[in-house]
């Protein structure tokens, strides 16, 4: 609590919060962004503003720990006919070269892979983790189909099963993807008994999706800064981890 005759209350702070604006552009058009602006307040303005922020941010850890609690206990508990699947889509890799001349930057020359990370859980079979690559940069529910396809054929026997993704609209949790899960999804498994998608709570790390695709990236920016290979088409970037 701040207490007003200490002489610190109205001593001034700053903060940094992302917003949403509105440019309009050389065609005259409106086009959304998201910024980060930094604010200047007081000190007791700060806390009345924790203070507002504080309720929904316990919510939001509530449902946070008790995902996190949820999904532990179900990966603990498979039986031998169970699968999860946990996804997400990576952060596009842009394509790498030890030299560069400088049109290189500028523009579109400098083109981007896709990447969508898997780790899959089976009852009695361990777990594995798979990545699926693509020059397409779609990240719409044909594109998450296209990329579960392949994984999901390979366990079709399985009676149970879990995927597990965040709850991007524009990704896993629209009515695209429902059809999907419907009429694509679940007629790939004859014996099954039970499906389930479940959405994580948003602005939190995904686990091991993310420590997956950070390994990835991590290990082709080494092979690049010892020149060792340049990254620059989908082959390559296999390439890096067929050597190893």
Not at 107 to 121: E, P
Request: with cysteine; net charge positive.
């Amino acid at each position: 609590m701040i207490d007003n005759d200490s002489g610190h209350s109205e001593d001034m702070l700053y903060y940094d919060t992302w917003e949403n604006i509105t440019e309009v552009g050389r065609d005259n058009k409106e086009y959304n962004r998201v910024v980060k602006n930094r604010k200047e307040c007081t000190v007791v303005e700060l806390v009345d503003l924790f203070f507002d922020l504080l309720p929904d941010n316990k919510i939001h850890k509530g449902k946070e720990t008790h995902q996190f609690k949820a999904m532990t206990a179900l990966k603990e508990n498979l039986a031998a006919e169970d699968l999860v699947i946990h996804c997400d889509f990576s952060e596009n890799y842009a394509r790498k070269y030890f030299r560069e001349i400088p049109s290189c930057h500028f523009g579109g020359n400098r083109k981007q892979i896709m990447l969508h990370t898997v780790k899959v859980y089976i009852g009695a079979g361990g777990s594995s983790s798979i990545v699926t690559l693509s020059p397409d940069l779609r990240h719409d529910a044909v594109a998450v189909w296209s990329h579960l396809r392949p994984i999901l054929m390979e366990f079709t026997n399985m009676k149970k099963v879990h995927i597990i993704s965040d709850l991007t609209s524009s990704q896993y949790r629209n009515k695209s993807m429902c059809q999907i899960m419907i009429k694509k999804i679940i007629p790939l498994f004859p014996n099954l008994e039970s499906f389930s998608w479940h959405y994580l709570e948003s602005g939190y790390g995904k686990g091991a999706p993310d420590g997956l695709r950070g390994a990835l990236k991590r290990t082709c920016d080494r092979v690049v800064a010892r020149n060792i290979q340049d990254v620059r088409t989908l082959k390559n970037f296999t390439t890096v981890f067929e050597k190893m």
